[in-house]
């Protein structure tokens, strides 16, 4: 059999197959539906376990830049539309139809139905859509990535009006201050005001880029790391905060537009980086194969997932087995799915 590329960088297709598993463990976790007191032990199993999973899919993007935005990567516009974006929009069409087919026949719904579900999509297909916008202005980022300075005046803007501004505006209106309104209408003119609003998934894509293309010093990837872990941590205790303040769950700290979101994707992205695999032919050709095989699972683990109807125990102890156990299944069984399917001509393109 041909050995892998020397140019293949094992490491990579590592942090992809994590973040593969994470987005599955994510899903797994009941936390939207199992009626448990909020800041109870079963609470806090599922909190952590979101805390800890939360960053994937903005690691998904930072990838997909990466490589995309890499000048050795140059392809024509016409490449782009006729190869990248063609093969998401037809998985998006093929798995969108055969979720809306099974809601249909699970409920018993007819052809407007059907309709409806094809084109929205199910819940986990947004990505499929924000892949497809971004790889669409990948012609335009180059020509901001084609210069180092410009690239970074791109991340330094994003992140004070994103990440350091914006969040910090969010989080005063957390709390109960005097004249609130004021800093409400402030809050207010400032999101019209930032140009990088609802761009969290572009910021991520060039930030990808910028963090493969150029090598961050030791002192700064240690400092990285670092915020990384102590952003992870935040981001719990600060969900439990606040989630205990609106007795419901809070997704504030844990969307793709926090600050602590951003620094644990970052800071695994470089951990990843600095990895130095020297595995077997065998052990590297099985990691290519997953790795390849990751969008694949995470088109079909909801349709697994959703087959099972599992019931979860509400002892913390069972709970948290249950969820390693359950997403250790889904992850195998669709990643057998999505290499079965693979092998198919016909639908290679849609895995």
């Not at 059999?1 to 463990?25: C, G, K, P």
Request: glycine share 6%.
């Amino acid at each position: 059999m041909n050995q892998i590329s020397s140019t293949r960088q094992l490491h990579y297709d590592l942090l992809r197959i994590f973040a593969s598993f994470m987005v599955v463990m994510l899903h797994v976790s009941p936390q939207a539906y199992l009626d448990v007191e909020i800041a109870s032990a079963p609470w806090n199993v599922m909190n952590a376990i979101t805390g800890l999973c939360c960053w994937n899919v903005s690691a998904f993007f930072m990838l997909s830049g990466a490589f995309l935005l890499a000048p050795q990567k140059a392809m024509s516009t016409r490449t782009l539309y006729r190869k990248n974006i063609a093969r998401l929009a037809a998985a998006f069409v093929f798995w969108s139809a055969v979720y809306a087919l099974t809601y249909c026949l699970l409920r018993g719904k007819g052809k407007w139905t059907f309709l409806n579900e094809l084109l929205r999509g199910h819940y986990h297909m947004w990505f499929v859509f924000t892949l497809i916008s971004l790889y669409a202005v990948v012609p335009l980022l180059r020509k901001i990535t084609e210069s180092k300075k410009a690239t970074e005046y791109f991340l330094l803007i994003g992140f004070l009006f994103t990440y350091l501004i914006g969040r910090a505006l969010n989080f005063a209106l957390l709390f109960e201050l005097p004249h609130k309104d004021v800093l409400q209408s402030l809050q207010s003119a400032y999101a019209q005001l930032n140009p990088y609003r609802g761009l969290t998934a572009l910021y991520a894509f060039v930030l990808g880029h910028y963090l493969m293309a150029y090598p961050l010093p030791k002192a700064a990837r240690r400092l990285l790391c670092a915020a990384g872990c102590l952003s992870c941590l935040m981001t719990i205790g600060l969900t439990r905060w606040h989630s205990d303040v609106l007795q419901a769950t809070s997704s504030v700290f844990t969307s793709g537009a926090s600050l602590g979101v951003l620094m644990m994707t970052a800071a695994l992205f470089v951990f990843f980086k600095e990895l130095r695999l020297t595995p077997g032919a065998k052990a590297q050709r099985a990691l290519l194969l997953v790795s390849k095989c990751t969008f694949g699972v995470y088109l079909v683990h909801a349709l697994v997932l959703e087959r099972l109807d599992i019931a979860y125990p509400v002892a913390a102890g069972a709970l948290l087995l249950s969820i390693v156990g359950v997403s250790l299944l889904v992850f195998l069984v669709s990643l057998a799915i999505s290499v079965a399917m693979s092998r198919i001509p016909g639908l290679k393109k849609v895995i």
